[in-house]
């Protein structure tokens, strides 16, 4: 494909000079026509594929429409569509949407035949027929994916797919295409970016130049201008509406669609790649800058860079935490990834992994388009073929990427210890789920290199690893209705812990026994605010102090403590809070020494209100659907909901996270999933008795 690009000509005979696009409203206001709507079935009358005529690959041909830009607004859109080899295309606006989740049902005219579109392409061309672009003399031919592409011929899908990086490079405008208001408060509005975009402006911060560090005169506008956005004092809007409509720009469906990262990469002029969310517009730079601010708001809050802005700037104390949450809920994350694909550093550094960067941020309908809408940025010698079954396609990507780089760690995605499989290998990444979904990630220190993994006949990837422990024993708490139980179980897996922590005297001269359970919770780190805490914790941490009271409570239930005591063999029930605060931290750890919690003379310890355990509820929910387990030799760990009893706990080489294997037969093996164990997982110098271990070849399927 690469090699193939079609250039096209600086010198054109039908060249058409661009339209006036700097204001923010194309055309006037007009009324919204009734969508023409079938109702019927999408028989092969409605469906007609009399307009496509074959196209001549050798020649690269596109198809191209024109709008009737002289149509009334209630009437039927009405486009022709014209064939051209792509070296020799006129200018053309190439069109960038949503296909949405409703199949075809809105009728148009296409060469004089009816033709099915979807609801969101059919708003969408009923707004632009009426732009500067598509009107007059001088109106530029769309390219629009649904209509100019035989969707239902396989072949030629396939063809066009592999042009459509050409396409969006070559196009004079790429119009981006968010929707239009239905009149209620899940409208967007352009204003704030626009107001964020010219302080920028003004500052003389170009983009190269986003990343420097606030100042206070971006501190007072902020004060100054943003926070009536915020608080609703800006009187063209009530309060709610304006929040919601700068809320509802960045939660747009349009920047979670695959296609839209390889679209907005290949845009050849940012001024010339305009936003559209019914009459109104923005461009590129406007939409970076203003997500750069953002960034940059969040960034700086990160880093405590406030502190000494404070003193000079009291009125921003007021404002601070609302102006971060908006930075926070309003910020762009897909912008940020486009920006770094821009790079061809990055690219070159990346490679295939791209493909499954972006499955971390975006879905496609089709599901091999996680593969083939990235392959105009991607260099990977893959041909779009959509007869090939999602696991095939995914298959393929992740062989092609094990030849060019190491791509181990995106094993996170993979294994059968999840559902949704789609006949997936067990080793094959699944771009169909993102890794914060479900996967066990957590902190991975392992450096464990051998020769790269192959794949063999059969679809086997072998790889070189050791095998560290066996699963004993697999607990999944599940969804529990309230904080109540959660308090009840993890207070038990704590003292269960630590009744089973003897079978491992190493670790437990790493990391109190206590705290393995905690670092299993927390999968290795604790974010409080803006700040990482690692395991061990010190008895200064917040978190500590918070475990300790929950071990308190758990102490202050008489059902518990006869348990609990005889479990752990102490003879006077009511010794046990004080032997479990004692393996909280080791004893020689600099705070250790500090007052034991304290019980009244009714039994109950003297912690906070019940809110202090919130934080479990958190961590709790997050790992709702994950096994914890524990395995021969004593640890802990948490890992996929599918663990078993039985499956075995490796390191494989170039993954540095810790993997679940499940034995199929005496050669074969399963990949199950990611995991994180404490105290094996992150600390080297307990990975280094397994370093003699003897490597032996793992064969998944």
């Keep these: 494909m690469h090699g193939m690009t079609p250039k096209r000509p600086h010198n054109r005979q039908n060249f058409v000079s661009a339209p006036n696009l700097t204001g923010g409203v194309l055309y006037a206001a007009f009324s919204v026509p009734d969508l023409a709507i079938s109702t019927g079935a999408m028989n092969e009358r409605k469906m007609s594929t009399s307009i496509y005529k074959p196209l001549d690959r050798d020649k690269q041909e596109i198809r191209l429409l024109y709008l009737d830009w002289f149509s009334r607004d209630e009437e039927t859109i009405t486009c022709w569509m014209t064939t051209t080899p792509f070296a020799t295309s006129p200018h053309y606006a190439a069109l960038s949407y949503v296909w949405g989740e409703q199949p075809p049902n809105v009728e148009i005219t296409v060469n004089g035949t009816t033709f099915l579109i979807t609801e969101s392409l059919a708003l969408a061309l009923m707004y632009l027929r009426k732009t500067e672009l598509f009107q007059g003399a001088g109106h530029f031919p769309l390219w629009a994916d649904a209509i100019c592409i035989n969707q239902t011929d396989p072949a030629e899908r396939g063809h066009q797919v592999k042009l459509m990086g050409s396409v969006f490079s070559g196009a004079r405008y790429i119009l981006s295409w968010l929707g239009a208001s239905n009149g209620g408060i899940d409208g967007i509005n352009f204003d704030m970016v626009r107001d964020v975009a010219a302080h920028v402006g003004k500052r003389g911060r170009t983009v190269k130049q986003a990343s420097k560090s606030l100042t206070d005169e971006d501190f007072q506008w902020m004060t100054r201008s943003l926070g009536p956005y915020r608080l609703g004092s800006n009187l063209r809007m009530s309060k709610l509406r304006y929040r919601a409509a700068t809320y509802n720009l960045a939660r747009s469906p349009y920047w979670t669609r695959t296609w839209i990262v390889q679209e907005m990469v290949l845009a050849s002029h940012p001024q010339r790649h305009l936003f559209f969310y019914g009459s109104e517009h923005i461009n590129y730079h406007q939409l970076k800058d203003y997500n750069d601010f953002l960034d940059q708001i969040i960034k700086e809050g990160h880093m405590g860079f406030l502190d000494g802005v404070r003193g000079r700037l009291p009125e921003l104390k007021v404002v601070w935490r609302d102006l971060r949450r908006f930075a926070l809920v309003r910020h762009i994350a897909t912008l940020r990834l486009v920006s770094e694909i821009r790079s061809l550093k990055y690219r070159a550094k990346?490679?295939?992994?791209?493909?499954?960067?972006?499955?971390?941020?975006?879905?496609?309908?089709?599901?091999?388009?996680?593969?083939?809408?990235?392959?105009?940025?991607?260099?990977?010698?893959?041909?779009?073929?959509?007869?090939?079954?999602?696991?095939?396609?995914?298959?393929?990507?992740?062989?092609?990427?094990?030849?060019?780089?190491?791509?181990?760690?995106?094993?996170?995605?993979?294994?059968?210890?999840?559902?949704?499989?789609?006949?997936?290998?067990?080793?094959?990444?699944?771009?169909?789920?993102?890794?914060?979904?479900?996967?066990?990630?957590?902190?991975?220190?392992?450096?464990?290199?051998?020769?790269?993994?192959?794949?063999?006949?059969?679809?086997?990837?072998?790889?070189?690893?050791?095998?560290?422990?066996?699963?004993?024993?697999?607990?999944?708490?599940?969804?529990?209705?309230?904080?109540?139980?959660?308090?009840?179980?993890?207070?038990?897996?704590?003292?269960?812990?630590?009744?089973?922590?003897?079978?491992?005297?190493?670790?437990?001269?790493?990391?109190?026994?206590?705290?393995?359970?905690?670092?299993?919770?927390?999968?290795?780190?604790?974010?409080?605010?803006?700040?990482?805490?690692?395991?061990?914790?010190?008895?200064?941490?917040?978190?500590?102090?918070?475990?300790?009271?929950?071990?308190?409570?758990?102490?202050?239930?008489?059902?518990?403590?006869?348990?609990?005591?005889?479990?752990?063999?102490?003879?006077?029930?009511?010794?046990?809070?004080?032997?479990?605060?004692?393996?909280?931290?080791?004893?020689?750890?600099?705070?250790?020494?500090?007052?034991?919690?304290?019980?009244?003379?009714?039994?109950?310890?003297?912690?906070?209100?019940?809110?202090?355990?919130?934080?479990?509820?958190?961590?709790?929910?997050?790992?709702?659907?994950?096994?914890?387990?524990?395995?021969?030799?004593?640890?802990?760990?948490?890992?996929?909901?599918?663990?078993?009893?039985?499956?075995?706990?490796?390191?494989?080489?170039?993954?540095?996270?810790?993997a679940v294997l499940r034995p199929l037969d005496d050669s074969t093996w399963a990949f199950v999933g990611t995991c994180y164990v404490a105290g094996l997982s992150d600390d080297k110098a307990v990975q280094r008795q397994y370093r003699d271990l003897p490597i032996k070849e793992f064969n998944l399927r």
């Design 350 to 658: 990346k490679g295939s992994k791209i493909i499954y960067d972006v499955s971390q941020h975006c879905s496609s309908t089709d599901r091999r388009d996680a593969v083939y809408g990235l392959l105009g940025i991607v260099p990977m010698d893959m041909q779009p073929d959509y007869e090939k079954s999602v696991a095939d396609v995914y298959r393929e990507w992740f062989s092609c990427s094990l030849e060019k780089s190491d791509t181990m760690n995106m094993l996170r995605s993979a294994g059968i210890g999840y559902d949704g499989t789609d006949d997936l290998s067990s080793w094959v990444p699944n771009l169909s789920r993102t890794v914060n979904d479900r996967s066990i990630v957590g902190t991975g220190k392992w450096l464990f290199y051998t020769e790269r993994p192959i794949v063999k006949p059969g679809n086997i990837l072998s790889i070189h690893g050791m095998l560290l422990d066996t699963l004993s024993t697999v607990d999944h708490p599940g969804l529990m209705s309230n904080l109540l139980a959660m308090q009840q179980w993890f207070w038990w897996f704590g003292v269960d812990s630590l009744a089973d922590s003897g079978r491992n005297k190493y670790v437990q001269k790493r990391l109190p026994p206590l705290q393995a359970a905690l670092a299993v919770l927390h999968r290795g780190q604790v974010k409080v605010g803006d700040s990482v805490e690692y395991f061990p914790l010190k008895p200064s941490s917040p978190r500590a102090r918070r475990f300790r009271e929950l071990l308190a409570w758990g102490c202050s239930v008489k059902e518990n403590r006869a348990a609990a005591a005889e479990k752990l063999k102490i003879s006077d029930p009511g010794d046990l809070l004080q032997v479990l605060d004692r393996n909280v931290y080791f004893p020689d750890a600099d705070g250790a020494d500090q007052p034991l919690i304290t019980v009244d003379p009714h039994g109950f310890p003297s912690i906070g209100k019940w809110t202090d355990f919130e934080w479990l509820e958190v961590e709790m929910d997050r790992n709702r659907h994950n096994a914890f387990f524990r395995t021969k030799d004593g640890y802990l760990g948490i890992g996929p909901p599918g663990t078993v009893p039985g499956d075995v706990l490796c390191v494989l080489g170039r993954l540095t996270y810790l």
